[in-house]
């Protein structure tokens, strides 16, 4: 079955404690990115990478890290998370990003994280 | 830059009304628009596109029709139901982004 798996899908940490979200897809997807929803915000872009070690900041990147090693797998990290993090984190992926067909992006379930 | 503005929530309504989220863009050019829906719990699930002015995209009864000349991409249904209940997102494709809406909570009461 075709899909983006992400985990843990509830955190609860406390301020400081450096922390890993995973997400993984198996489509073989080279476009991946990372969002965050808040109340009244919709979502906003945290990073996104085009490719395999291609990364670049999305609209919100402050207080996060990313790596994409392989093409399946793209982490986000928190290496001092903050009580402003608290949120729902949802990983995307699609085909690619050109130009061309509008490719769907799958989301992720979704991981909520509570920083105390 | 590329904006999404929706209609403010909450929406509650009786099943079998027709229901209108309303959405409205800025962009340059004519990027693709989309509607996603969140269920209680779960991601984000595309639930219609358009990809360029007078498409009108349709998928589980819903229904939106790009309109250049409002900016517009109205979400419509004939009837719905209570398993209609979610939250709506419209969205356009943006530069390495989707840009997203604030979200439109939908509830429908039997």
């Known amino acids: 079955e075709a899909q983006v798996t992400q985990n843990p899908r509830y955190l609860i940490t406390v301020t400081g404690k450096k922390l890993t979200v995973t997400c993984s897809q198996n489509?073989?997807?080279?476009?991946m990115s990372w969002y965050r929803q808040d109340p009244g915000l919709g979502l906003r872009q945290i990073y996104y990478?085009?490719?395999?070690?291609v990364t670049d900041k999305g609209d919100v990147p402050e207080g996060y890290k990313v790596s994409r090693k392989e093409k399946r797998n793209f982490p986000l990290i928190l290496e001092s998370p903050s009580p402003n993090q608290t949120s729902l984190y949802f990983c995307?992926?699609?085909?690619?990003w050109g130009r061309g067909p509008s490719y769907e992006q799958y989301f992720g379930p979704g991981t909520r994280l509570t920083v105390t | 830059g590329n904006s999404v503005t929706q209609m403010e929530g909450p929406v509650t309504l009786s099943e079998e009304a027709f229901p209108t989220i309303n959405c409205t863009y800025t962009?340059?050019?004519?990027?693709?628009l989309f509607w996603y829906v969140q269920y209680p719990g779960e991601g984000l699930q595309l639930l219609l596109k358009?990809?360029?002015?007078?498409d009108k995209g349709s998928n589980k009864g819903f229904e939106a029709t790009y309109r250049k000349e409002t900016t517009s991409f109205h979400l419509e249904k004939g009837s719905v139901q209570v398993s209609d209940s979610a939250v709506y997102f419209c969205?356009?494709?943006?530069?390495?982004?989707?840009?997203f809406g604030q979200g439109t909570r939908l509830t429908i009461n039997p």
């Open positions: 990478s085009m490719n395999v070690e």
């Open positions: 995307a992926s699609s085909t690619s």
């Open positions: 969205a356009l494709r943006g530069a390495q982004k989707l840009v």
């Open positions: 358009a990809t360029k002015a007078d």
């Open positions: 489509m073989n997807h080279e476009y």
């Open positions: 962009a340059t050019g004519y990027p693709s």
